[in-house]
């Protein structure tokens, strides 16, 4: 009835019995609370706890930083993506649009899996923007959810639009700022390769530069990944480098 009523509301259900399922299954987010009157109800429900006073940490400490993590999870991995293509974009403007690509294949391959994937698996899991007892001291944080502060058409298209930004000034500043006349180890200029590297580079330093931004609660192990994931681009490319096979 509710959810007929007013249909762009967002519903939640708590129950500790089985005549509550219907009720559970039908909201946004249903609640069950397991009881002397069974399992049922949280076996059917979204979130499941033991204790009515629970309900308060689970709204206003983990709900609501679910809510945020989970926002910045999404918008992140576009923004990152974004930023990494974009720089090829733009590259295209200089090479013809002849489809010559700016990335080494072997460090193409690594972005996703080894360069940004940790430092924001941590985040979303263990980030914590305050305290627990100021989220439950001070309910006006709940707000960011009812009004859309993390995630929204706005605050997705503002960061791509940062990052359409970024991977331009990053082409810009790397490609023009080289333009190719680094001495290689035999006196010769170096080729667009390194230019392109030097474009990678940065935007490996870049995105994890900004989820160390968004980080609130900065700890050895959020330090020790963010720094782990650049160390690892520049050790792989010194690899490379060393290697017969890509000489």
């Not at 397991?34 to 400490?61: K, N, T, W």
């Not at 924001?120 to 263990?126: C, N, Q």
């Not at 490609?175 to 935007?203: C, I, P, Q």
Request: contains cysteine.
């Amino acid at each position: 009835m509710i959810r007929a009523a007013h249909p762009y509301a967002k519903t939640l259900a708590i129950g500790d019995g089985a005549n509550d399922v219907n009720m559970i299954t039908a909201a946004h987010v249903g609640i069950g609370i397991s009881g002397l009157e069974g399992q049922q109800a949280a076996r059917s429900s979204d979130y499941a706890i033991a204790q009515f006073s629970y309900l308060i940490p689970l709204l206003f400490v983990h709900g609501r930083e679910a809510y945020r993590r989970n926002s910045f999870l999404v918008i992140y991995m576009f923004y990152k993506n974004v930023l990494f293509v974009l720089p090829q974009f733009w590259f295209g403007f200089v090479s013809a649009f002849s489809g010559q690509t700016l990335y080494e294949s072997w460090l193409y391959q690594g972005y996703n899996i080894v360069y940004t994937s940790f430092p924001i698996m941590w985040f979303a899991v263990y980030d914590l923007q305050h305290t627990r007892d100021r989220f439950l001291n001070d309910p006006s944080l709940y707000s960011i959810g009812l009004q859309n502060v993390c995630f929204s058409t706005a605050v997705f298209f503002q960061n791509i639009i940062n990052a359409i930004v970024n991977g331009l000034f990053i082409m810009m500043i790397c490609f023009r700022g080289l333009d190719g006349h680094v001495a290689n180890n035999e006196g010769k200029n170096g080729s667009f390769w390194v230019d392109g590297t030097m474009v990678y580079a940065v935007v490996v330093l870049v995105v994890n530069l900004k989820i160390a931004q968004k980080t609130n609660s900065h700890t050895w192990v959020s330090t020790t990944l963010i720094s782990v994931s650049v160390i690892v681009f520049w050790l792989q490319l010194a690899a490379e480098s060393a290697s017969p096979y890509f000489s």
